[in-house]
């Protein structure tokens, strides 16, 4: 029987952010051999059950399978498509594939119309680097078939509706040339808006836009005031259309990040924390006006693929005590990454980390090759209770991490940690005889994850971080054959 194994649109599974035609590629599968494709057809609607369709290309007489890209098309900004296709060969016609689906983003002529708001507005905020809370609200009176929202930051993001953080996405907007290219993410919120009032907010984080980067440790690289921006695109049930955007009347303060950094870390103070802040009509806190921050839109572009994820989850592999006393976490594994913590503690009682690579000649901690880099995590308790936390807006190169202070006893169970990289799908992979040549495979498995987190990087760990793609061409067919990289690159 011929059938589609696998149906990709621009090399993705089911994207989201599309903003221009993209091209389609499918797997073939039969029983029998030398199948070629002679022909495919190629159906895109509005629904899964195709009766809505917007493109049907009927029997094209082609053996092409990838890079089909149906030009004739016309997308449309912020909506859901649903694709299929059937193929066939010399013997039989196949039947249709499983449906896969495409979001866009803006569509041309479509232009990015959100200004970016921000809660910082002292001239000493240039030189800090805490996190900050947006939050706005609006009313929905009807029945919403589709939401679409898309946002960015000025800064690192994270946004939520309603109480819950949208989307598995790490480190966005991630690391771009910012004034001259910025990414905005796409995502479907269908599932989390509701009729009544809908609370919208943002924490953001300095990052790469305006923390310390560089080998000359430089600051506000990029800008001096972080940003967020949002355009949420609502579909009625009777098919009109309202748009939604971040403006003067959202309302900012501090986050509890009181400190965070690419390179240094994050300090997170419990007694900041506002309940409700992104769900509540008028949650506590001081809360005060935003501030326009300008920016020339016209640089603003759609990120489908390749966005930083949580991608491996590592336990403690040994809780142990170097010769000088120092109390040690080993997760077995150099990786880039953070850690979450579990623990019980009272007001002013802290939890402190700080992640390293390797331990010296006598096992103890060894710091050195991190140069200036902190890469410490922070957490001050504000009251009595159990709290889960891991940093938001930074990451680290690490295997190891000392233990400087912990409320109460240190469990192996109460750490994990989470490694991040730019999403990817595995396409290649080696197992031999050879236990030596296994590990190395690893090893250069592990080494691109460390290094492939938003744009490839030259390290992980140390005061560096940077942009590099002087190893990543020599890398680059290992980095092919190991991961489908096409919308990494």
Not at 58 to 76: R, T
Not at 215 to 231: I, P, Q, V
Not at 386 to 402: E, L
Not at 406 to 418: S, V
Request: hydrophobic content about 35%; proline content about 4%.
């Amino acid at each position: 029987m011929l059938t589609i194994r696998k149906l990709k649109i621009d090399y993705q599974e089911n994207p989201v952010g599309i903003a221009e035609i993209p091209q389609f590629q499918w797997e073939i599968a039969s029983n029998r051999r030398n199948v070629i494709q002679k022909a495919y057809w190629l159906q895109i609607a509005f629904d899964a059950a195709f009766t809505d369709l917007v493109y049907d290309s009927g029997w094209i007489s082609s053996g092409e399978s990838a890079h089909c890209i149906p030009e004739e098309m016309k997308l449309q900004s912020a909506k859901r498509y649903y694709v299929h296709v059937r193929v066939e060969d010399a013997w039989e016609q196949g039947p249709w594939s499983e449906a896969a689906f495409f979001i866009t983003a803006l569509v041309e002529p479509d232009r990015w119309r959100a200004p970016f708001i921000s809660a910082e507005t002292e001239e000493r905020d240039k030189e800090i680097s805490k996190g900050t809370y947006v939050r706005g609200g609006f009313v929905l009176k009807k029945a919403v078939k589709e939401a679409i929202v898309l946002t960015t930051g000025l800064g690192l993001y994270q946004f939520f509706l309603n109480g819950k953080k949208v989307g598995e996405d790490e480190m966005t907007p991630g690391w771009t040339s910012y004034r001259r290219h910025l990414l905005y993410q796409t995502y479907d919120v269908t599932a989390l808006v509701k009729t009544g009032y809908n609370a919208a907010g943002a924490m953001l984080a300095a990052g790469w836009y305006k923390g310390v980067m560089g080998l000359t440790k430089a600051r506000n690289n990029y800008g001096d005031r972080t940003g967020f921006a949002m355009e949420l695109i609502l579909t009625y049930e009777d098919g009109s259309r309202v748009h939604i955007y971040t403006d003067e009347n959202w309302k900012g303060c501090d986050s509890p990040i009181v400190f965070s950094e690419i390179y240094d870390g994050e300090i997170y103070d419990q007694s900041l924390e506002i309940p409700g802040w992104a769900e509540a009509e008028d949650p506590s806190g001081r809360w005060q006006n935003t501030v326009v921050v300008p920016f020339d839109t016209r640089v603003i572009r759609a990120q489908s693929g390749s966005r930083v994820k949580v991608m491996d989850r590592l336990p403690v592999k040994r809780l142990f005590t170097t010769p000088k006393g120092e109390n040690v976490l080993d997760f077995g594994q150099n990786m880039t990454g953070r850690i979450q913590v579990r623990a019980t503690g009272k007001s002013g009682d802290v939890i402190r980390l700080r992640c390293f690579e390797v331990l010296d000649s006598d096992g103890n901690v060894y710091t050195e090759n991190l140069r200036e880099a902190r890469a410490e995590m922070k957490y001050i308790f504000a009251k009595d209770g159990t709290i889960i936390w891991q940093p938001r807006f930074t990451y680290m190169g690490f295997q190891y991490a000392q233990i400087l202070e912990y409320p109460g006893e240190a469990k192996e169970e109460d750490f994990t940690a989470y490694t991040l990289h730019s999403n990817m799908e595995r396409t290649g992979e080696l197992t031999c005889s050879n236990p030596l040549l296994n590990q190395l495979h690893h090893n250069i498995l592990w080494g691109l994850k460390g290094n492939f987190l938003d744009v490839p990087t030259d390290c992980p760990q140390r005061d560096e971080r940077l942009g590099w793609t002087g190893d990543a061409q020599i890398f680059c067919r290992t980095a092919c054959y190991l991961m489908n990289t096409y919308t990494f690159y």
